[in-house]
């Protein structure tokens, strides 16, 4: 199991992601990042500051 806290890359969302693969956890960060940031398209820079926060579950 895999963890990524968007507060880590957005400072103030509390919104945390918890899926077995990193691709999972990409796809709903995506939603995410779509819905409640607003984000029309995924900068490349932005997704490579999510898989470097990806982390194994606690």
């Given amino acids: 199991m895999k963890q990524f806290n968007c507060g880590d890359v957005v400072p103030g969302c509390s919104v945390t ?3 077995e693969t990193e691709d999972r956890i990409l796809e709903a960060v995506g939603q995410h990042a779509r ?3 607003g984000l029309t398209e995924i900068p490349p820079q ?3 500051q999510v898989k470097d926060k990806i982390k194994p579950a606690a």
């Fill in 17 to 19: 992601f918890r899926f």
């Fill in 46 to 48: 932005l997704i490579e």
């Fill in 35 to 37: 819905k409640d940031h």
